[in-house]
């Protein structure tokens, strides 16, 4: 089965604008987790959904958001972008949310964002 | 404040010999996940660990949860180039609201050089 897609692999944005970036999990997976990854501070956790409520938020600013849709795919939004928000972002998905924590997930290959 | 510490963080050794990786916590899982991620990918899931004292092996990959179910160990047999990457560790932890939040480590970077 496919695995989970996130798209766009790559962006290049300006200082202030804002960017959305999507997660479709694999088929029947209804858990959709978002982490942010930098050299410095490693894999960061943003936020979780599950059946489109967010379930769990990681210590982002309220600049980062997310929602999910009733078919398990979920957005991410950032506004108001900053130099240090370049990062890696990556989505990871799950049956649900216990079996992700305790058994893992699948990860995205991620989207590089590059903010200038 | 990390909660789940590797050891070492940078690692290079040539292709052929053995290695072994930390993760360490002052706290208790109830399960802990090792992954392995290649540069510009995302990370993929090795092992699940659930058990105190358990022990799990991958072709040539040992995977170990301490008896406290607070440490797990990786170890590398015969390393090869294919296994160059960033090892992560990552466990369950229960969040003030009662939900459970997976942390990771800190990372094990590994080069194996042919």
């Known amino acids: 089965k496919a695995g989970v897609t996130q798209t766009p692999r790559y962006l290049i944005k300006t200082r202030g604008q804002q960017v959305t970036l999507s997660c479709s999990p694999i088929?029947?997976?209804?858990?959709v987790s978002w982490y942010q990854q930098t050299p410095g501070q490693g894999l960061q956790f943003l936020f979780e959904?599950?059946?489109?409520?967010?379930?769990n938020k990681g210590n982002f600013p309220g600049r980062f958001s997310g929602r999910q849709f009733s078919n398990s795919r979920s957005e991410m939004n950032v506004s108001t972008l900053e130099l240090g928000d370049s990062a890696l972002y990556l989505c990871a998905s799950s049956p649900d949310p216990r079996t992700g924590a305790e058994y893992g997930y699948t990860f995205g290959s991620g989207t590089r964002l590059t903010v200038v | 404040t990390q909660l789940l510490e590797q050891s070492p963080q940078f690692l290079s050794i040539q292709e052929g010999e053995n290695l072994t990786v930390y993760c360490n916590s002052s706290?208790?899982?109830?399960?802990l996940q090792w992954y392995r991620q290649e540069p510009g990918e995302g990370p993929v899931l090795l092992v699940t660990v659930v058990t105190g004292g358990e022990v799990k092996k991958l072709k040539r990959l040992t995977f170990q949860f301490g008896d406290a179910r607070k440490d797990s160990s990786l170890h590398i047999t015969a390393a090869q180039p294919g296994d160059t990457g960033l090892y992560l560790c990552a466990g369950p932890l229960l969040n003030s609201g009662g939900y459970q939040k997976v942390t990771f480590g800190t990372g094990t970077k590994l080069q194996v050089i042919p």
């Open positions: 706290s208790v899982f109830s399960s």
């Open positions: 088929s029947g997976h209804r858990s």
């Open positions: 959904y599950f059946s489109e409520t967010q379930r």
